[in-house]
């Protein structure tokens, strides 16, 4: 066997691994979708009635804590003009119409899954932002907004892993570095949500003291 071959063999994405991830990020996107159109949609519902009613309390408006009305009120709930859930609106349809394509075994171009890591990625800071702003500045917290965030940290995660494995970014050692965070792609994801829920459990101590007795 020639150095070449060894080097080829050392970089080529292993064919199960990438089935594996094919199987899962399909599902992770038509589930987050699904979940993120619902949160979305609700988010949405609340909005109108808001705006319907300025004394309209949201469902998830439980204490001063667990307050979507206090989040929904905020500057940081229209960054771009108009109600953040918009966006959601419309993004997560099409992230749950790629992974049904993808569950029945579509395969998708390459473009396509650019196309989705850009969306992804981009989601991904957004809710990091708004992660810092809700805990930090706001000083509230939203159900439906966290169910968002955990569904577009996972969409972005698997979304990237996979297309690492695949080999579709254009810079060497890509594929290498797929295959090597695909043996911890779970754990990567639990200590990623992990971290979240620590800084939400730091930030309101007292509130949650307060729960527990």
């Known amino acids: 066997m020639s150095p070449l071959d060894v080097r080829v ?40 009635s808001l705006l319907e009613d300025p004394e309209f309390v949201p469902a998830c408006s439980i204490d001063p804590v667990l307050s979507c009305g206090s989040i929904m009120t905020s500057p940081q709930s229209e960054l771009l003009g108009f109600p953040n859930p918009l966006i959601g609106l419309v993004a997560f349809p099409v992230v ?3 992974g049904v394509a993808v569950v029945g075994g579509a395969a998708l171009p390459r ?48 979304t990237t892993l996979y297309n690492l494995t695949a080999g579709r970014f254009c810079w060497r050692g890509a594929t290498r570095l797929g295959a090597r965070f695909a043996d911890y792609h779970g754990a990567v994801l639990a200590a990623w949500l992990l971290a979240v829920a620590l800084l939400v459990v730091v930030r309101f101590w007292p509130y949650w003291a307060g729960l527990l007795g």
Not at 20 to 43: E, N, P
């Open 96 to 98: 749950a119409t790629i």
């Open 9 to 48: 063999r050392n970089v080529a994405p292993d064919h199960d691994i990438d089935t594996f991830l094919a199987r899962a990020v399909g599902w992770i996107l038509f589930v987050g979708g699904a979940i993120g159109t619902a949160a979305a949609f609700a988010l949405t519902l609340d909005r109108i």
């Open 111 to 158: 473009w396509m899954w650019l196309g989705l890591q850009a969306g992804a990625s981009a989601g991904m800071l957004f809710v990091h932002w708004l992660i810092g702003q809700s805990l930090y500045v706001i000083g509230a917290l939203c159900p439906y907004c966290m169910a968002v965030w955990v569904v577009t940290i996972s969409v972005f995660w698997y």
